[in-house]
């Protein structure tokens, strides 16, 4: 009977390749610190800081870089008698309104056991708990909120915080707000008085290039892996990956672990290529299904219909083409279709998760329409629709169409 047993013939820090790990410098990002760093001089200074808020890509390094000078100011404003600054994070992820956030933010200042509920309390009541609270902790206080686009457009917290102390709600806190946001178009939908208020200091963070992946990837593999567990060329081809995808330094991460975890298992001695070629496929394999739980029945179909068309060769796909095989689709399954702009919000859904790309195309007077393709590999899309939908012969049917097509 197998038994467990330790294996370190791959790595030796494997936490190093994690999203949490924090390095002791972070790489490629010297513009962006710079400019952070003025951005965060008020509070050295002994002022009241800016509103900062940093936008880019899932996994381009906000919140790393955001944490790291965070605990870098922490320590070196340490030394100066007459700055108290403390720092609240809070990740606005499942939180959707500014009565979460700002119940969020109550509880994180309380001590255990004197939370308050979540439900049950004005909105206005909830500011003044906060209010009490930040008043109580007194000083310099940071509250950073990362994924802070969560917010929708319920934004009353972030008009009421940066005004707080004009209006006479503080008096011994000085709050600034640092929010961190994936949605490059979050600033254009705020009430345009939250704008005039908070975004006092703008940070991009764009996408990494190859080379800047690779120098990325180089620091942390002589951190979690052992001398010659890995093949020159494949810290090449994790950045080339990342780089053609999403620029992003997580995805390359992630290919390098899950590759170090394939050779693992099989008992290599080295992470090569061919173990990187596998962890991709997983990757996507993993990223559609991360997708598709956020999708109801009629996403779902949705999905399958552009799928359905990929399987014979006929995507980049107009939408009311894409309708047309949804309701087949959905005909042939028993299920109820909805109306054509039901389906293209969903389309929009799966293009945000990047599941599908939408190609805009202008037609003058006839108006602008979205072509529609699937952003992901087909076998990993089928298979992902395969593990939610019971339907055997129709997706049989895409399989055979995809083999004649010669669609992989």
């Not at 802070?148 to 940066?162: A, F, Q, T």
């Not at 001398?227 to 020159?232: H, M, P, Q, T």
């Not at 620029?247 to 170090?260: E, F």
């Not at 095989?325 to 799966?350: K, T």
Request: hydrophobic share 35%; glycine share 6%; net charge negative.
């Amino acid at each position: 009977m197998r038994r467990f047993e330790r294996k370190q013939n791959i790595f030796t820090n494997k936490d190093a390749l994690s999203e949490s790990y924090q390095p002791e410098r972070i790489q490629e990002r010297d513009e962006e610190i710079d400019e952070y760093m003025d951005a965060l001089q008020p509070v050295v200074d002994g002022w009241e800081p800016n509103n900062i808020f940093l936008y880019g890509n899932t996994g381009v390094g906000k919140t790393a870089v955001t944490e790291y000078l965070l605990d870098m100011l922490l320590e070196d404003i340490a030394t100066y008698d007459d700055v108290d600054l403390n720092v609240v994070s809070v990740n606005c992820k499942t939180l959707n309104s500014s009565y979460q956030v700002a119940v969020e933010l109550v509880n994180e200042l309380r001590p255990t056991g004197a939370e308050i509920s979540s439900t049950g309390y004005p909105q206005q009541t909830v500011f003044k708990k906060l209010y009490a609270e930040l008043e109580k902790l007194g000083g310099t206080v940071l509250l950073m909120l990362d994924e802070v686009d969560s917010i929708g457009s319920r934004d009353e917290l972030l008009y009421e915080l940066p005004r707080a102390r004009a209006n006479g709600k503080l008096e011994q806190a000085k709050v600034g707000l640092i929010g961190i946001s994936n949605d490059f178009k979050f600033r254009d939908r705020l009430d345009p008085r939250v704008q005039d208020t908070l975004c006092e200091r703008e940070l991009h963070f764009p996408p990494y290039d190859a080379p800047e992946l690779e120098n990325i990837l180089r620091s942390r593999s002589e951190v979690a892996l052992a001398d010659g567990a890995v093949e020159d060329s494949v810290l090449k081809l994790c950045a080339a990956l990342a780089a053609k995808d999403s620029g992003s330094a997580r995805q390359a991460l992630d290919l390098l672990r899950l590759a170090g975890e394939h050779a693992e298992n099989r008992d290599d001695e080295t992470i090569t290529d061919k173990h990187v070629e596998i962890a991709q496929d997983k990757l996507e394999q993993e990223r559609v299904v991360e997708g598709m739980r956020e999708l109801t029945v009629n996403g779902h179909f949705a999905l399958l219909a552009v799928v359905s068309k990929a399987a014979s060769r006929e995507t980049p796909c107009r939408m009311r083409n894409v309708y047309q095989e949804y309701v087949r689709l959905c005909e042939s399954a028993g299920v109820d279709p909805l109306a054509q702009r039901s389906v293209h919000n969903h389309l929009s859904d799966l293009r945000m998760l990047g599941i599908l790309s939408a190609e805009e195309n202008r037609s003058g007077s006839r108006g602008n329409y979205y072509s529609y393709a699937l952003d992901v590999p087909f076998s990993s899309a089928l298979t992902a629709l395969s593990d939610v939908l019971s339907l055997t012969s129709v997706l049989d049917e895409i399989r055979a169409t995809a083999r004649r097509n010669d669609v992989a």
